[in-house]
């Protein structure tokens, strides 16, 4: 298979696809007007969706989820881990330093900050139904814990793993160029990539990434509004929803229009320094040996209970719970596929593929249970032992779990304050990064898309967050998280099989490993030779000959023919 770029144009001079661009902004203006003009009817039509999928598709997320934990821990250490993304004499561009820095950078965002204490003191306080714990209770911790590591540890990486693997190895590997399109050559040829077969994959990828990226500039929001609620006595309603969402994207466009990626990327290491910090005020200020001893015993009860958590789709207990958790979890890292997907390929040329995985599998996954054991146990220890009532808290709403938590520590207006930037920076360098990445979706696989494009891209996500919001919320922002990912959950299927179709034939993963029954059978068969040659030489020597005669006979005959 020839592994020529597909298009005439390098990357970074390509040009934007018209018909992608045109039919994604139709579209996503469309929902975005429906949902401003017609809110009832929007909402009644989307309430419906949603429960018509949890009814009948929360296998297929489950599934699939599966498909891409195993498929990630299979190929990494299977001989195609040792294929290299480029050529085969090429080299990591990236130190292993900087590599990991970066991964933890994509590991951490809007949805820690939102979900790192939300989650674990939510389930503390109403345990999942699968747990059988009761409230408040060390099982319900423990519960607690494990659930919110299965939610945003290997299974989240994994998605994202196989996105990136995909991509890197199309446009590294291939030459084809950095759209998600080009990583389905295999299955539907060279030509039909660029055609309306590619497109439309691509198109789908765009539509993930608005929504799923739209979702997290919400939670930005909703937190951000919460927190000035809570330190400086503003009001929380939508207005002031609204108000951030329209100043932190002025601040994106900003970014955007001046070409001050450099600064977005000082903005990503501010981000890694400050969440650095911030976690280490808690875990020297909180309950230190407590979290100490909520590391190695949450890890071991995950990775205990990690199957059947894997394989619950709410048949036997709550649909509705996991519609509201594991689904909406699972449709979210789906959505994000396609972006974080580009980002970890962009940083990973030159690496093994069994590099690529085991690093964006396990690094993220490290960062993110320390940030939980130490956020969110922190916040389970205070509730417990009476220091503060952090039920109420969670009253108010999810968004304000890690400003209750912060509240019972010391400092905590100083702490508040450093969170609300943290939610801030991260809404803009989502924004841009996301932007930036539909923006090359729409410019056949273009590095450097055009500004206004970019810019275009980043205006219509923070409407659709805006109407979301407006519209229902956190409840409409997970139903359309949802309703998107359920076509995206097919081609992120089909894009696991076009990379094990190409992965199969790539000489740079050697010969095919001997199978051991293969061996045990030539084995078996080699005793059982020498067993009757000893027994009965002259009748074997025979069967030799004729045999060997029999195959002169057939290459005679095969050669004349």
């Not at 090429?90 to 989650?119: D, H, K, Q, R």
């Not at 939510?122 to 659930?147: I, R, V």
């Not at 808290?393 to 450093?418: H, K, R």
């Amino acid at each position: 298979m020839s592994t020529e770029p597909i298009d005439h144009l390098r990357p970074e001079e390509a040009r934007p696809d018209h018909t992608i661009v045109s039919i994604g902004i139709l579209a996503v203006a469309g929902v975005v007007a429906w949902a401003a003009l017609g809110k009832e009817s929007f909402d009644e039509v989307s309430s419906t969706a949603l429960g018509w999928v949890l009814d009948n598709f929360a296998w297929l997320f489950v599934v699939a989820a599966d498909v891409f934990l195993v498929l990630s821990i299979l190929i990494a250490f299977s001989r195609f881990g040792r294929v290299r993304l480029g050529s085969d004499d090429s080299e990591p561009e990236f130190t292993n330093l900087a590599w990991i820095a970066m991964m933890f950078s994509a590991g951490m965002g809007i949805g820690l900050m939102f979900f790192g204490v939300g989650e674990p003191l939510q389930h503390y306080l109403s345990p999942p139904p699968a747990s059988g714990a009761e409230p408040q209770t060390n099982a319900a911790a423990a519960a607690a814990m494990e659930f919110s590591f299965f939610h945003w540890t290997l299974t989240p990486w994994a998605i994202y793993g196989i996105a990136g693997l995909a991509l890197a190895y199309a446009g590294f590997r291939k030459g084809r160029g950095n759209r998600l399109s080009a990583a389905f050559v295999p299955l539907i040829g060279a030509r039909r990539a660029v055609s309306w077969q590619g497109k439309v994959i691509d198109l789908l990828a765009v539509f993930a990434t608005v929504f799923g990226t739209a979702t997290s500039l919400g939670l930005g929001a909703l937190q951000v509004a919460k927190g000035l609620n809570l330190t400086a006595d503003v009001t929380d309603d939508i207005s002031t929803q609204l108000t951030i969402i329209v100043v932190l994207g002025s601040a994106f466009v900003v970014s955007a229009f001046s070409g001050l990626h450099r600064g977005v990327k000082w903005l990503s290491t501010i981000n890694i320094v400050l969440a650095a910090v911030l976690m280490t005020f808690v875990f020297l200020l909180g309950p230190t040996v407590y979290i100490l001893d909520t590391i190695p015993e949450s890890v071991g009860g995950y990775l205990n209970d990690l199957l059947s958590m894997a394989t619950a789709t709410g048949a036997f207990t709550d649909a509705e719970w996991m519609g509201a958790w594991t689904i909406f979890y699972w449709a979210w890292w789906l959505s994000w596929a396609p972006f974080v997907g580009t980002f970890i390929a962009r940083i990973s040329h030159g690496r093994t593929v069994r590099e690529f995985l085991i690093g964006v599998l396990l690094v993220p996954s490290g960062a993110t249970v320390l940030w939980f054991c130490v956020m969110g146990g922190t916040a389970i220890r205070l509730d417990s032992t009476g220091e503060e009532d952090l039920s109420a808290t969670v009253a108010q709403g999810v968004e304000a779990s890690l400003f209750g938590m912060l509240d019972g520590l010391p400092l905590s207006t100083v702490t508040s304050y450093v969170a609300m930037v943290l939610v801030m920076t991260y809404f803009v360098t989502s924004a841009d990064s996301a932007s930036l990445v539909m923006g090359s979706l729409t410019s056949r696989g273009a590095l450097h898309p055009p500004t206004w494009l970019v810019v275009i891209w980043g205006v219509l996500m923070a409407s659709v967050a805006a109407v979301l919001l407006v519209v229902g919320g956190l409840t409409s922002l997970q139903t359309a998280t949802i309703l998107v990912a359920l076509p995206f959950v097919v081609v992120m299927l089909g894009l696991c099989w076009a990379l094990l179709t190409e992965l199969l034939t790539d000489p740079g993963a050697g010969p095919p490993r001997h199978h051991a029954l293969h061996g045990l059978r030539d084995a078996v068969r080699a005793m059982v030779g020498e067993a009757i040659t000893e027994q009965t030489p002259g009748r074997h020597h025979r069967l030799r000959r004729a045999a060997k005669s029999r195959s002169e006979t057939d290459e005679r005959d095969g050669g004349t023919g």
